[in-house]
C-alpha cells in the first residue's frame, strides 16, 4: 500500500514575513468555555510589496476585526488563515476571538485542566489562541492583562515583570504582565489557577536580587525544594561557565499535571510537566531527581539559547535545543558523576537515536522538509544535536568555544537566526575552519567507522587505518565524507598508553578523520598494540573493529578513559549474546568464561569507582543490541540477553551477595556517593532474585519493608519481575494501596505492568486501561502504560501474532482525536519495522496501513505513517 502525504513544508522555501509586530498588548477574560481574547497589535509592513496580511489560527471564534479602530468586514477566514487585504504600511490590528479552553484535549493553545488554565505555544500553538503571525522569527514586546474570578484564580500569570493588578465590582480581579523583552509567539505563557506558592532569591554575579517564585498543586508544597535548589544551581553555573546572567527581576515556574513535553522555557514563565518538579525521598528516585536537576537546567539555559538568541525557522530548531542539551549534559556531569552522566547520553543514542537513522524518519538535525511541525521534537534535533555540539566543543577546546558562544550572543542577541549562524560565529572566533563541519547539519544517518590493523613484529612497525563511511539513509541515498573527531589511544602489552612525539595524533589523542580513509604509522613496537577506539564516544557514529576477547579485557581493566572501559564491557556483553542468539544449543564456552573473568574484575572497580562499576555491570538494553544486528530475531536476540544474565547472576551468585551486603544502607540524601551505592545495591539484587539465590527473597521483602526512598522501593519491584510472579503481585498490590492517591507514584506502578514479561499481558493490559485512575486526556498516563509497552515490553509489544501491534493501533486511533501529538510519539515503535523479520514487517505494515484508512487523520500521524509505508529500504 502507498500513502501519499500532505504537501510538505520546506526549508528552502523560506522568505522572510511580509509584515512585522513591533508590539501586542492582550487582553484574556478567563472563562472554562467562553474565554475571550483581545488582542492589539501593532503592525509594519517589511519590504516594498502589496500582499495581503495572512494571519495563522486554528479553531477559533472570530467575534471583530478592526484595523486604527475602523471596523473591518472586507476578509476571508479559512480553516487555518484569516485573510486581509490592507494598503497601509503602519498599522494597528485589533482581533478579538473566543476559545473553549476545557475542549482543548490537545495540550496545545490555551487549555483549562486540573482546575487551572495554561498555555503551550511552541510550536505553533498561538494560534489557537487569536490569528497571528505564528513564526518565530516575528518577534515583539508583549502586555498581558488577565480577568478572571479572584476566588477561583488568585494566581494569574505571564512572561516578564507585573507591572499593575487590581479588583472589579463582579468578583473578578485583574493582572497586567509586561515583557521588556522582545519575543516569538512561541514563547508566550499564560497561567491562571490556586497554587501553593515556593519563593526564593538568586543574586546574580552583578549584585542584581531576582525573585524565584515555584507554584505547584495544593498541598505539594514540601516537594518542590529540590528543583528550586537545582534552578539556583543552574543559574550559578551558568554565571561561571558562560558568563550569562538572568535578565528579569523574577523567574517563575508552574508545575501542572496535564502537558505534552517535559517542560516549556517561555520567557520568564517556564510550565513544566509536574514530574519533573515534584520530588520528595519517599515518592521520587534517584532519576527522578537527576532528571528534575536536568530539566530544570535545560530550561533557564534556554533564557540565552533559544530565548534572547532564537530560531528563524523551525527546521532551526536544533540551533536552540540540539545546544541547550549539550548545556544541560555539561551542567549535569559537574552536578552529578560525569562518566555515568556521559554514559546516559550515549545510550540514548544507541537505543533510539540509531534507529531513527535506520527507519523511515531519517532526517539531518536540520531537516530539510516537514509536515507537522510538533514531528521536529525528535531524537535527532535534540540529542544528536548535542552530540554536534560537542564534536565542535572538542575541535575548539573548551576556550576556543566560550569564544564562540561570546561571539554568538554578541553579534544576534535579540535575533531570529540559523544553525549556520552559529557555526559561523564558532569559526570566525576561532579561526577554525568547519566548512566540512557543517555536512552534520544537512546529512542524514550514523556514520561507520572501520577500523584495520596490522603489525610487523620483524620490523615494529604498526598501521592502523580509519575509513569513514554513512549509508544511505530514507531520506538521502548520496552521502559526503564528514568532519569526525576520533579520539582514541594504543594501549602496549602492559596496559600503559603508547606515545611517539612523531605522531602526533598520539600525542593528541585524536584524529580529525575528513577524508575517506586515514592511516596511521606507528614504529619501534615490540607487540602489536590494542586500539582502545572512540574515548568519551567523540562522535554519534558506530565503529567496527575485530576485537580480540583479550584486548576488551584489557581495555576493561587499562584504558585511560572511563568510558572507553564501560563501551567494552558492553561489546563483550553483546558479542556473548549474538553468540548465542546464533547458536544456542553450541555456546562459545571459551567467550563466556572470558566475559565471566571481565566481570569478577569489574567488582574490583566497584570499591573505587562504583559510578562506572555500576554502569558496567549492566548488560546493554534490547534495543542497543538491536541497533548492532542487520535483522532482528526477536525471540533468539531476547532469551540470548536473558540467558548471558542468568549465567551472571548464578556463576557470580556470592560476589553479588557480597557486594549487596556492603552497600551501607543510610537516611536518604541525593548525592553522589549515595546515588552510586543505592544503584549497585539494586543491581545487585536484581542479580541475585534472578539467580534464585538462598534468602533472596527475604531479601527482598526485607528491603521493601524497611526502604525509606522511592529507588529502594522501586529497586525491589524491578527486582521481582526477575522472581515469582505471585510475589511480584503482592508487593504491586501493597505498592498501589499506599500510592494510589499520588499520579507520579501511579505512573510508575503502571508502567511496571506494562513492562512486565507475561503470557496474559494482551489480558492485562485493558485492565490497566479501564482502571478508574487511568486517563487518555493525561499525556503521563499514556506514555506509563501504553508507551512503556510499546517501548519496553519486548515479548509482548513484538508477539508472533501481530497482537501486540493491533493493540497499540487501536489505541493511536482512540489518542488521534483526543491529542494527536502524544499519539504520534507513541506510534514511533511500529514505524521501525524495517529491521525485523518478515513476517513481522509484515504485521506492522498493516497496522500502520488500518491507521492512515482513519478518516480525519491528524497531521501528525500522517507524516509518520505516510512515511513509513512509503519507504524502501536502500
Not at 86 to 115: A, H, V
Not at 417 to 434: E, G, I, R, S
Not at 750 to 779: C, G
Not at 810 to 815: P, Q
Amino acid at each position: 500500500m502507498s500513502v501519499l502525504s500532505p504537501v510538505a513544508k520546506k526549508r528552502s522555501d523560506y522568505r522572510a514575513p511580509d509584515f512585522l509586530i513591533d508590539h501586542v498588548d492582550m487582553a484574556f477574560h478567563l472563562d472554562v468555555t467562553q474565554t475571550r481574547v483581545i488582542s492589539t497589535s501593532r503592525f509594519t509592513r517589511n519590504g516594498q510589496h502589496q500582499s495581503p496580511l495572512v494571519l495563522d489560527g486554528e479553531n477559533l471564534q472570530l467575534i471583530s476585526v478592526t484595523i486604527n479602530g475602523e471596523p473591518v468586514t472586507d476578509y476571508h477566514q479559512s480553516d487555518e488563515h484569516l485573510t486581509l487585504n490592507i494598503n497601509q504600511n503602519d498599522f494597528e490590528l485589533c482581533i478579538e476571538t473566543r476559545i473553549n479552553p476545557q475542549e482543548n484535549k490537545t495540550l496545545e493553545g490555551l487549555y483549562f485542566s486540573g482546575g487551572a488554565y495554561c498555555t503551550q505555544c511552541e510550536a505553533e500553538g498561538f494560534r489557537k489562541i487569536t490569528y497571528f503571525l505564528d513564526r518565530p522569527d516575528v518577534l515583539a514586546k508583549y502586555d498581558v492583562t488577565i480577568f478572571a474570578d479572584k476566588t477561583r484564580y488568585p494566581h494569574m500569570l505571564s512572561n516578564g515583570n507585573q507591572i499593575d493588578k487590581g479588583e472589579l465590582d463582579d468578583g473578578r480581579h485583574w493582572v497586567k504582565w509586561q515583557d521588556p523583552f522582545k519575543k516569538p509567539s512561541y514563547l508566550f505563557a499564560l497561567v491562571a489557577g490556586n497554587f501553593d506558592l515556593l519563593t526564593d532569591r538568586f543574586v546574580t554575579q552583578s549584585g542584581r536580587s531576582v525573585a524565584l517564585e515555584l507554584y505547584v498543586d495544593k498541598g505539594a508544597l514540601d516537594k518542590g525544594h529540590h528543583a528550586l535548589a537545582s534552578l539556583k544551581k543552574a543559574m550559578a553555573w551558568d554565571e561561571q561557565v558562560f558568563g550569562l546572567e538572568y535578565d528579569l527581576d523574577i523567574y517563575m515556574i508552574v508545575a501542572v499535571d496535564f502537558f505534552n513535553m517535559g517542560a516549556m522555557e517561555n520567557k520568564g514563565l517556564n510550565v513544566f510537566n509536574s514530574k519533573f518538579v515534584l520530588a520528595d525521598a519517599e515518592s521520587a528516585t534517584d532519576d527522578d531527581f537527576f532528571n528534575i536537576e536536568a530539566v530544570i537546567g535545560h530550561e533557564y539555559f534556554h533564557n540565552w539559547t533559544g530565548n534572547r538568541v532564537t530560531c528563524r525557522d523551525w527546521f532551526q530548531l536544533s540551533l536552540k535545543e540540539g545546544l541547550t542539551v549539550f548545556r544541560d549534559q555539561q551542567f549535569s556531569a559537574d552536578m552529578s558523576s560525569p562518566v555515568f552522566n556521559r554514559i546516559k547520553n550515549v545510550q540514548i543514542i544507541r537505543e533510539h537515536q540509531f534507529a531513527e537513522d535506520a527507519s523511515a524518519m531519517a532526517h539531518p538535525i536540520r531537516p530539510e522538509e516537514v509536515i507537522e511541525m510538533n514531528n521536529f521534537y525528535t531524537v535527532t534535533v535534540y540529542d544528536k544535536g548535542a552530540e554536534v555540539i560537542r564534536m565542535m566543543h572538542t575541535l575548539l577546546g573548551a576556550a576556543g568555544f566560550r569564544q564562540g558562544m561570546d561571539l554568538y550572543f554578541s553579534r544576534f542577541d535579540g535575533q531570529a537566526v540559523t544553525c549556520d549562524d552559529f557555526v559561523q560565529a564558532m569559526q570566525d572566533a576561532t579561526q577554525v575552519d568547519l566548512s566540512q563541519f557543517r555536512r552534520w547539519y544537512s546529512q542524514s544517518g550514523t556514520p561507520k567507522v572501520k577500523v584495520t590493523d596490522s603489525f610487523d613484529a620483524k620490523t615494529g612497525v604498526y598501521h592502523i587505518d580509519f575509513t569513514q563511511n554513512t549509508p544511505p539513509t530514507a531520506d538521502q541515498k548520496v552521502k559526503q565524507n564528514l568532519h569526525i573527531p576520533f579520539k582514541f589511544e594504543l594501549l602496549d602489552e602492559k596496559g600503559n598508553s603508547i606515545s611517539d612525539d612523531s605522531v602526533p595524533e598520539l600525542s593528541a589523542k585524536m584524529i580529525e578523520l575528513t577524508s575517506r580513509v586515514h592511516r596511521i604509522t606507528v614504529t619501534g613496537l615490540q607487540a602489536k598494540p590494542t586500539p582502545s577506539l572512540l574515548h568519551d564516544f567523540s562522535a554519534p557514529i558506530k565503529v567496527d573493529y575485530a576485537y580480540s576477547h583479550q584486548q576488551l579485557s584489557n581495555i576493561i581493566l587499562y584504558s585511560g578513559d572511563d568510558f572507553a572501559r564501560w563501551d567494552a564491557s558492553q561489546r563483550l556483553y553483546s558479542r556473548c549474546i549474538h553468540n548465542l542468539a546464533i547458536s544456542p544449543d553450541t555456546p562459545d564456552d571459551e567467550l563466556l568464561d572470558s566475559m565471566l573473568q571481565a566481570v569478577q574484575g569489574i567488582f574490583d572497580i566497584a570499591d573505587v569507582n562504583p559510578a562506572l562499576a555500576g554502569a558496567m555491570l549492566s548488560l546493554p538494553s534490547f534495543e542497543t543490541l538491536s541497533q548492532q544486528v542487520d535483522e532482528i530475531q526477536v525471540e533468539a536476540l531476547y532469551h540470548a540477553q536473558r540467558s548471558v544474565r542468568n549465567l551472571i547472576a548464578t556463576t557470580l551468585s556470592d560476589q553479588w551477595s557480597t557486594l549487596y551486603h556492603k552497600q551501607a544502607v543510610v537516611p536518604y540524601r541525593y548525592v553522589a556517593d549515595d546515588v552510586d551505592s543505592r544503584r549497585l545495591r539494586n543491581l545487585s539484587l536484581s542479580y541475585l532474585v534472578q539467580a534464585g539465590a538462598p534468602q533472596s527473597s527475604d531479601i527482598l521483602l526485607a528491603q521493601f519493608a524497611q526502604a525509606d526512598n522511592m529507588t529502594d522501593c522501586l529497586g525491589v519491584l524491578k527486582a521481582a519481575q526477575f522472581g515469582e510472579l505471585k510475589q511480584f503481585d503482592q508487593l504491586m498490590e501493597q505498592f498501589e494501596t499506599r500510592w494510589r492517591h499520588d499520579p507520579l507514584v501511579l505512573d510508575k506502578w503502571f508502567a511496571l505492568h506494562a513492562n512486565m514479561e507475561r503470557s496474559d499481558i494482551l489480558v492485562r493490559l485493558p485492565l490497566l486501561l479501564s482502571h478508574d485512575k487511568f486517563s487518555l486526556d493525561n499525556p503521563n498516563r499514556v506514555r506509563s502504560v501504553l508507551g512503556s509497552f510499546a517501548f519496553y515490553n519486548v515479548l509482548g509489544f513484538h508477539a508472533v501474532d501481530g497482537s501486540g501491534y493491533k493493540f497499540l493501533a487501536d489505541y493511536i486511533l482512540k489518542l488521534n482525536s483526543v491529542n494527536p501529538q502524544v499519539a504520534a510519539r507513541i506510534i514511533t515503535p511500529l514505524t521501525q519495522w524495517q529491521k525485523f523479520d518478515e513476517k513481522r514487517r509484515e504485521l506492522m505494515r498493516y497496522q500502520l496501513a488500518r491507521i492512515a484508512d482513519c478518516q480525519d487523520l491528524s497531521k501528525d500521524l500522517i507524516e509518520k505513517v505516510s512515511k513509513s509505508l512509503n519507504y524502501t529500504s536502500h
